[in-house]
């Protein structure tokens, strides 16, 4: 397992990314403070580049690749391919991206247009990791995964080191949308000593993070729960994500369906916001009342808004 990263690699990482990544602002809304009773403090990443987060952490580790290199190879559902192919652009590096099939469309249009080279794979029959890991070494590519990446998390911390100055006093809890642990892994680092608990959301049955928290070690989903938050679907924690994570998370809590799409309708109507429902299950998780919220400050994360137009109209339907 590589080093794990720390607090110091994510204030690094701050200052290596300053000026190409946006600095997303943080959103209130006496709405949303009203409904839940707390002050609410929102993270719109939607409005970063590429319309995720995943932007930060992929810039951080191809800013970091050894000179010399023949490109990057990934895997990923739409959003961190989508940065990886932006950020390897921006630098003049090749890009090849493995995507599953059945990627929301917008998503592979989004990746491709960037100038990378896409590679379909079957979600339910392969395994990612090692396929990414073949074509690295048969193409002689460096492989920069999703999450388990100490400059990938490092990257995605930076987003709550923005929050919490904006915020101007700490919070008492952080809630972060999370497949496969990265984002998470980089806002605990961030909010490391200032007392905010961080607590990991992610959809109903593929609450790998919330079992494997509560179990001690990692367990992994079962892979048949819905597939409407494709941008979490990871099947169990990363190995370097769930050592960062276990000491420092003060727990997971998952959401339903109808609730990411609550989420989402109320981050249209009020925000202003389009989130993806990946993107939306921690607004999702405070409007249901999973953690405590009522007379708390709450920092909350919207992690992506690249949303299917029909997904957003089932959403917006109600």
Same mark, same amino acid.
């Given at each position: %397992?590589?080093?794990?990263?720390?607090?110091?690699?994510?204030?690094?990482?701050?200052?290596?990314?300053?000026?190409?990544?946006?600095?997303?602002?943080?959103?209130?809304?006496? &709405?949303? +403070?009203?409904?839940?009773? @707390?002050? /609410?403090?929102?993270?719109? $990443?939607?409005?970063?580049?590429? @319309?995720?987060?995943?932007?930060?952490?992929?810039? !951080?580790?191809?800013? =970091?690749?050894?000179?010399?290199?023949?490109?990057?190879?990934?895997?990923?559902?739409?959003?961190?391919? =989508?940065? /990886?192919?932006?950020?390897?652009?921006?630098? *003049?590096?090749?890009?090849?991206?493995?995507?599953?099939? +059945?990627?929301?469309?917008?998503?592979?249009?989004?990746?491709?247009?960037? *100038?990378?080279?896409?590679?379909?794979?079957?979600?339910?029959?392969?395994?990612?990791?090692?396929?990414?890991?073949?074509?690295?070494?048969?193409? *002689?590519?460096?492989?920069?995964?999703?999450?388990?990446?100490?400059?990938?998390?490092?990257? =995605? *911390?930076?987003?709550?080191?923005?929050? %919490?100055?904006?915020?101007? &006093?700490?919070?008492?809890? %952080?809630?972060?949308?999370?497949?496969?642990?990265?984002?998470?892994?980089?806002?605990?680092? &961030?909010? $490391? #000593?200032?007392?905010?608990?961080?607590?990991?959301?992610?959809?109903?049955?593929?609450?790998?993070?919330? =079992?494997?928290?509560?179990?001690?070690?990692? /367990?992994? !989903?079962?892979?048949?729960?819905?597939?409407?938050?494709?941008?979490?679907?990871?099947?169990?924690?990363?190995?370097?994500?769930?050592?960062?994570?276990?000491?420092?998370?003060?727990? #997971?809590?998952?959401?339903?369906?109808? $609730?990411?799409?609550?989420?989402?309708?109320?981050?249209? $109507?009020?925000?202003?916001?389009?989130?993806?429902?990946?993107?939306?299950?921690?607004? &999702?998780?405070?409007?249901?009342?999973?953690?405590?919220?009522?007379?708390?400050?709450?920092?909350?994360? /919207?992690? #992506? @808004? !690249?949303?299917?137009?029909?997904?957003?109209?089932?959403?917006?339907? #109600?």
């Amino acid at each position: %397992m590589s080093a794990l990263p720390t607090h110091a690699d994510v204030r690094a990482a701050a200052i290596r990314l300053a000026g190409r990544v946006i600095r997303t602002p943080m959103l209130r809304h006496a &709405a949303l +403070d009203r409904v839940t009773g @707390g002050e /609410i403090f929102v993270k719109p $990443e939607p409005l970063q580049r590429t @319309g995720s987060f995943k932007f930060r952490g992929a810039t !951080n580790a191809l800013l =970091q690749l050894a000179p010399g290199g023949r490109g990057v190879v990934t895997h990923s559902s739409g959003n961190h391919g =989508q940065a /990886i192919a932006c950020a390897a652009a921006a630098l *003049g590096i090749p890009a090849l991206i493995a995507m599953p099939a +059945d990627a929301p469309r917008i998503k592979v249009a989004a990746t491709r247009a960037w *100038g990378a080279e896409i590679l379909p794979f079957d979600r339910a029959t392969t395994d990612r990791e090692t396929l990414a890991e073949r074509l690295g070494a048969e193409r *002689g590519l460096t492989v920069i995964p999703p999450f388990d990446h100490p400059h990938v998390i490092a990257g =995605q *911390g930076t987003l709550a080191l923005e929050l %919490m100055e904006d915020a101007g &006093a700490p919070l008492d809890a %952080m809630l972060v949308c999370t497949g496969g642990g990265g984002l998470v892994a980089g806002v605990a680092l &961030a909010l $490391e #000593g200032s007392g905010t608990e961080v607590w990991a959301v992610e959809p109903e049955g593929w609450d790998d993070y919330g =079992q494997s928290l509560r179990a001690g070690t990692r /367990i992994a !989903n079962d892979g048949t729960g819905d597939l409407l938050c494709d941008a979490l679907l990871s099947r169990r924690p990363g190995e370097i994500t769930f050592a960062v994570n276990a000491p420092r998370l003060a727990g #997971g809590v998952s959401v339903t369906e109808a $609730e990411v799409f609550a989420a989402m309708r109320f981050a249209f $109507e009020h925000l202003k916001i389009v989130a993806e429902p990946g993107g939306s299950v921690a607004l &999702a998780a405070v409007l249901a009342g999973k953690v405590p919220v009522r007379g708390r400050r709450i920092g909350l994360v /919207i992690s #992506g @808004g !690249n949303v299917d137009p029909a997904v957003f109209a089932r959403a917006l339907a #109600g």
